[in-house]
């Protein structure tokens, strides 16, 4: 499958615990790190759930 980076752009601080769980379930915790993940359904849905704390790089 291919692969897409994944970059912080939000703070976790005052977000529902849910949403920082998804955070720490991408590999992302702190400001401007970017992973790099499979592009899998699972990982494609929890980005939808964050458009305010993440984007996806190029």
Same mark, same amino acid.
């Given at each position: 499958?291919? $692969? /897409?980076k #994944? ?7 005052? *977000?529902?615990?849910?949403?920082? $769980? /998804?955070? #720490? ?7 401007? *790190? ?24 190029d």
């Amino acid at each position: 499958m291919a $692969k /897409i980076k #994944i970059k912080q752009i939000g703070s976790p601080i005052r *977000r529902p615990e849910a949403q920082r $769980k /998804i955070l #720490i379930g991408l590999g992302l915790n702190k400001m401007n *790190r970017v992973v790099e993940l499979e592009s899998t359904p699972e990982v494609l849905g929890a980005v939808a759930k964050l458009p305010h704390l993440v984007q996806v790089v190029d």
